[in-house]
């Protein structure tokens, strides 16, 4: 005697060797006997044998049309033999029993299950609506197998060309247009990625990275909704000074200014003037939202998003010959020794004469240029000579402020890798779209400029974070707790040192158009010029406010995502370079091994260029090579080397100690990006300013 029994919804058949009134010893075709319960015996049948009667079972249940078993199915619970003997025969054998159970367990939308072996008819509506879905699912899937077979073609529908980005960065996993790019990567044996761009759906490189950007962080587009001005600021007092700025051609956003009176009088006093947008802008307001939305501009080589709209900028940036609200920092200095004898905070109107361009000027202001007041250099604007002396002696104060923090710091700031500039040429319109031609230009570090602005921002800073704990208003710091490898900067609300700069406290307050950690210190800066010691009662943000700590998390993972697309459109942009220009071998410097790839890196020494390269595992950090370029994936961002020669002895070929900070972010962004269906972010860290921003103060200083 065999047995067909139910086993947690699967069909066995097998030989019973025992049997009690509860169960069975059943011995399967395999050899392996089970133990089965008598409830879930189904069927027993004495022929054929088991293994027979399945195979039976289901060439008869595909014969079943199913419509004509429900006209003869009956409307209360009926077993599957008494539907047999309906639809066969009376005496219909044990295939044909076991044939029509396989038909009704496999047909749920024409017959319910009531019980082990037991079925009840669907209503007439519910098997016409299950029909219809079955239908479409039908026709939904022969579409995916259609567009899935054009992929493999190598052609892309246009379903898929329209859905592109959205599969992409952000995929539906139900859609079609996912399923079809699924199901056709299966068949072709190709990554997603690699099958798209194969069948010509990725046509540029540039709107690639872009809209993978946009899908991320701007979902709803970069454009800002409807929002009023922020009202006139209330009546504020003329500052009795002339004002310059310092930034690149590009900046829009200029947030800081200078001023220098009392030269010549053995007391001078420097003004450090930030843009004021948090007088006009009110924590929780309209605009306020915006900016904690975005909390950063965004920036990229031919192109920014802004934190905030254009026409507030407009209003607060501190353009020439404008009187604009500012935050102003005097700092009173000894003439001679440069010793700093006292600090005010002062909300004005600052009068700005002129905006200078340090990317015009910087190969007139040199050393020898601020040493020498008889060296002349042609083109020299007036503007320029007239703040000869005052530039001079603020070249002298930053070199003094830089060499108290080195003191302090332990170990001196080098400067020995210029920062790089990228010029797009035929760009159209404000954006561009990736068929321009890119110019990179250096820009050494360190230049008289960029340090007299740096050190200015680090004053500001330093200074308007102590002043912030000695009121007793909490702000937002940046701080490190030494310079061992290893230790990060930190964001937070306490008041501690941070090693790498070499000062007691930092809070960056110098930038509130384009950071909105900014913005919220400039909010406490206000409190306390306004309130002085009562401050704290009156300051937005009170101690321990659950608001910083959420506006310090959302800052830190928002502003560490904006420079990792930033560092993949300016590595993007470097490719560009070498393509354009027919570069197939450049020289370089042995940085590190990078442990997570295994490869060894190799530092440009003219381009911002990092790469893995073959052939360098045993030459020692700081030896030069010369390596042939290979092939260039502008998607993933990937270009491998191969050394070609060993160009001069290693600077120290003992060194084989830990990278500095700069080498170890170079490393990150090094090798090619992990690009899945879903197309993982590629991790990338900055340091204390994103790369790109050359005009702000800020991002020039640590």
Not at 195 to 204: D, K, V
Not at 497 to 512: D, E, F, N, R
Request: glycine share 8%; aromatic share 6%.
């Amino acid at each position: 005697m065999h047995a067909l029994f139910d086993d947690a919804g699967k069909f066995l058949a097998g030989r019973i060797l025992s049997e009690t009134d509860t169960s069975a010893q059943v011995e399967l075709d395999s050899g392996k006997r089970v133990k089965v319960k008598a409830a879930h015996i189904l069927l027993r049948f004495d022929k054929p044998q088991p293994a027979e009667l399945l195979a039976q079972a289901r060439a008869v249940a595909e014969g079943i049309e199913l419509p004509l078993a429900w006209e003869f199915a009956p409307d209360e619970e009926f077993g599957f033999a008494e539907l047999a003997r309906d639809y066969f025969s009376a005496s219909a054998p044990p295939t044909e029993q076991a044939g029509m159970l396989l038909a009704l367990f496999e047909a749920p939308h024409y017959f319910r299950r009531a019980g082990k072996g037991r079925f009840r008819k669907a209503s007439a509506e519910v098997v016409q609506q299950a029909l219809a879905a079955i239908e479409k699912k039908q026709q939904v899937q022969a579409q995916i197998d259609a567009w899935a077979g054009e992929l493999v073609a190598g052609r892309c529908p246009e379903a898929i060309h329209a859905q592109l980005y959205r599969i992409l960065f952000k995929p539906d996993k139900n859609a079609p247009e996912y399923k079809a790019v699924v199901e056709a990567s299966r068949l072709a044996q190709l990554a997603p990625l690699a099958l798209l761009t194969r069948a010509g759906a990725i046509q540029s490189s540039y709107q690639f990275h872009w809209q993978r950007f946009l899908f991320e962080h701007f979902p709803r587009g970069t454009g800002f909704p409807e929002l009023p001005l922020p009202a006139p600021t209330q009546e504020l007092p003329l500052a009795e000074v002339q004002a310059y700025s310092i930034d690149d051609s590009a900046t829009t956003e200029i947030d800081d200014a200078l001023s220098l009176t009392g030269l010549g009088t053995g007391t001078v006093r420097l003004g450090i003037h930030i843009a004021a947008p948090g007088l006009a802008i009110q924590p929780g307001d309209a605009l306020d939202q915006v900016a904690r939305t975005r909390l950063s501009t965004v920036y990229m080589p031919g192109h920014k998003i802004t934190m905030l709209p254009d026409e507030v900028v407009q209003r607060f940036t501190l353009d020439q010959e404008r009187a604009n609200p500012a935050v102003s920092l005097y700092v009173t200095i000894d003439e001679a020794s440069l010793i700093i004898t006292g600090h005010e905070t002062v909300l004005e109107r600052v009068p700005v004469s002129v905006n200078l361009r340090h990317d015009q000027l910087d190969h007139i202001v040199t050393e020898q240029w601020l040493a020498d007041p008889q060296l002349q250099v042609e083109g020299t604007p007036e503007a320029l000579l007239a703040l000869r002396d005052q530039l001079s002696f603020l070249y002298r104060l930053a070199r003094h402020l830089k060499a108290q923090r080195e003191a302090v710091r332990g170990k001196p700031e080098t400067f020995s890798r210029p920062d790089y500039t990228f010029r797009l040429e035929g760009q159209v319109g404000e954006e561009p779209d990736g068929s321009e031609t890119v110019a990179i230009e250096t820009r050494r570090r360190g230049a008289p400029l960029d340090l007299i602005v740096a050190e200015a921002a680090i004053v500001a800073n330093s200074t308007w974070g102590q002043m912030l704990a000695d009121s007793g208003v909490p702000g937002i710091y940046r701080s490190q707790a030494s310079l061992a490898p290893g230790v990060k900067v930190r964001m937070g609300t306490r008041a501690l040192p941070h090693a790498g700069i070499g000062v007691k406290s930092y809070a960056w307050a110098t930038s509130p158009l384009r950071r909105y950690v900014d913005l919220v210190n400039q909010w406490q800066v206000i409190a306390c010029a306004r309130h002085g010691r009562t401050a704290a009662l009156a300051a937005p943000f009170k101690p321990k406010d659950a608001e910083l700590f959420s506006i310090i998390s959302s800052f830190d993972a928002t502003y560490g995502a904006y420079n990792a697309y930033q560092a993949s459109m300016e590595r993007l942009w470097t490719l560009k370079y070498l393509q354009q220009n027919g570069i197939q071998e450049i020289v370089g410097t042995v940085i590190r091994d990078n442990v997570q790839g295994g490869d060894f890196l190799v530092r440009a020494d003219t381009l911002p260029l990092v790469l893995p390269v073959l052939g360098v595992q045993s030459l020692a950090r700081g030896a030069r090579v010369r390596v042939r370029l290979g092939e260039i994936d502008e998607i993933a961002l990937d270009v491998h080397g191969t050394v070609i020669e060993r160009i001069d002895d290693p600077l120290d070929p003992r060194d084989d100690g830990p990278v500095d900070d700069d080498e170890g972010e170079e490393a990150a962004t090094a090798g090619p990006i992990a690009i899945a269906l879903d197309l993982d972010d590629a991790e990338s860290a900055r340091g204390e300013g994103g790369p790109g921003a050359a005009g702000s103060a800020d991002n020039r200083a640590p």
